[in-house]
């Protein structure tokens, strides 16, 4: 079963002077449970790719369905739907809520979603557990290191147990072994778990993690690549 | 967890947090302050005049041909259901002679248990057996004491007592004016009742008193007409709620400087967390919620500062009724307390409505466009 299908998408930044084809006629499918990594230099497209999975960006042209809906359809509360019960996002810049602590970070794709106190605190002490940060549950992210705080925005990806992990450049600020164990509990979500993840990086190195890998150039697919 | 999270948000700038609650409280404050001082006054001036504002004036309707009222028409009021206390009045202009002036004047035929409830003595004491009570005008005018002899309407009468000043009245005034009893009264002058003086029994009944009396004496003719001093009571409270309202639409003026601050820190508040909505949104938040997350923290900035302010109004309209009306009984009156609801009110809304765009703005980023701001 395809969970994201990309059909013929464009996305054209516009100014007065000049334009700009970040995306050129891009179709793709990413099949269910696999593990995609997509390549390319700075510009070549490959973050506004990652943006039009998540339903964060809209393409100027051609279809986006994610997990069989046609997105172009659906409204901001849809969108938000899907975000918050599909997809998981995973940020080079970590992005947690810096007011909250990590098992509070964790627990708000629940609170959105309406789980009570008790249900989401224990599934998020779990996750964090499973993140191995047990110990660091009620530190706030200025209390972390950078690979600390990359364990707990995974753990707050999968609070609402996502279909797609959507990765951008998840080891990007990290250095090599705590990117190494990121990377790992990744591979464990989509090995284990059947997670579907589609991971964007310029780090050549992480490709071994990928199934399929996808390199961009100029807002194209340069190549396919089947990783064995 | 929203609650919890604004708390967090509020506290991270703690000083610009602290500044808008300033800002509120001072508002609330002011509004509440002045609020308290107004009704007091209010409280203060009504009091001076609840004493008489349970009084009905009857008076013979002149212009329907009656002079005096008649004398089976005041029994019948007396005997009037909620009716406290009726006294009649004769009253006559005679010729007052004193030994070294004369004067026209006022003469009033009243009993003297009457005479004693109405009216202090500056000097001497109330008798009028064989003798009157002056009023202090009158006395002055014509130059006499107590115990001097003054001639009105051709007989002679011993002066008992000179009467205080009465200030301002609506009944009778004695201030230019002779008291007689009834007895002596009909010795100078012949002429009859000319007004009554109705107390009901509170102030809740001087409606009833009115329409009885109109009902039972001018069932056919229009014999009496009734003057409740009630109507004079409205009126004031009406002009002091009109400056009340104009004092604190003035003092509201400091309220909206906090509001247009905590429109600034809200602000500010949202570009500084862009980045943030933008995650929130990324990861399953509601525009709404958003929307939620943002009024959450201008109403917790409304509850501290209406709060605090509520609480230092109370003591600045005790300052205030203590320095101005020398009595701060009236701040712990019900309408005054209603005040300091009305102003906490007042900022919870003021912040609430000044959080409302800033609010509005956040939720309105688009998640891409948010995630991407540095």
Known sequence: MKVVELRNVYKIYRTKYYEVRALDGISMDVEDGEFVVIMGPSGSGKSTLLNLMGCLDKPSEGEVLINGVETSNLNDNQLTELRRDTIGFIFQTYNLIPTLTALENVELPMIFKGFGREEREERAKELLRSVGLEREMNRKPNEMSGGQQQRVAIARALANNPKILLCDEPTGNLDTKSGGQVMEIIKHQNEELGVTVILVTHDSSLAKYGDRVIRLRDGKIESVEHVS | ?374
């Open chain 2, 1 to 374: 967890m929203f609650l919890e999270l604004a708390k967090r948000n509020l506290q991270r700038a703690k000083v610009r947090s602290l500044l808008a609650v300033v800002g509120i409280l001072i508002g609330v404050m002011a509004v509440s302050a002045i609020g308290i001082f107004g009704e007091s006054l209010k409280a203060a001036v009504v009091q001076n005049f609840e004493e008489v504002a349970n009084e009905l004036i009857v008076s013979p309707n002149f212009q329907e041909g009656y002079k005096y009222i008649e004398e089976k028409d005041i029994n019948r009021i007396k005997k009037l259901p909620n009716v406290a206390e009726a006294i009649a009045i004769k009253s006559d202009s005679l010729l007052i002679e004193s030994k070294k002036k004369k004067s026209y004047a006022m003469v009033y035929a009243m009993d003297e248990k009457d005479v004693e409830e109405m009216f202090e003595a500056e000097k001497g004491a109330i008798r009028l057996k064989n003798s009157c009570v002056v009023g202090k005008r009158l006395a002055e005018f014509v130059e006499i004491r107590v115990k001097s002899k003054i001639t009105v309407g051709g007989k002679e009468f011993r002066v008992a007592a000179i009467l205080e000043d009465a200030g301002a009245r609506f009944d009778i005034n004695p201030n230019s004016a002779v008291i007689l009893s009834p007895e002596d009264f009909e010795k100078v002058s012949d002429v009859g009742y000319t007004m009554l003086i109705v107390k009901a029994e509170s102030l809740e009944k001087v409606d009833d008193v009115k329409r009885e009396i109109e009902e039972k004496i001018n069932s056919r003719d229009e014999k009496v007409v009734v003057f409740d001093l009630k109507l004079i009571l409205e009126r004031i409270n009406e002009v002091f709620s009109q400056i009340n309202t104009f004092l604190m639409a003035i003092a509201s003026v400091s309220l909206l400087v906090a509001g247009v601050s905590i429109l600034n820190i809200m602000l500010m508040s949202t570009i500084e967390r862009t980045k943030e909505i933008g995650v929130m949104r990324a990861i399953g938040a509601y525009r709404s919620t958003i929307l939620k997350i943002f009024l959450m923290e201008a109403l917790v900035l409304g509850l501290i500062g209406s709060g605090i302010g509520s609480v230092l109004s109370i003591a600045g309209g005790y300052v205030i009724d203590l320095i101005i009306l020398q009595d701060a009984s009236y701040v712990f009156q019900l309408s005054t307390i209603l005040y300091v609801i009305l102003g906490f009110c007042i900022g919870i809304f003021v912040s609430v409505v000044s959080g409302l765009y800033p609010a509005w703005k956040a939720s309105r980023l688009e998640p891409i466009e948010a995630l991407r701001y540095e």
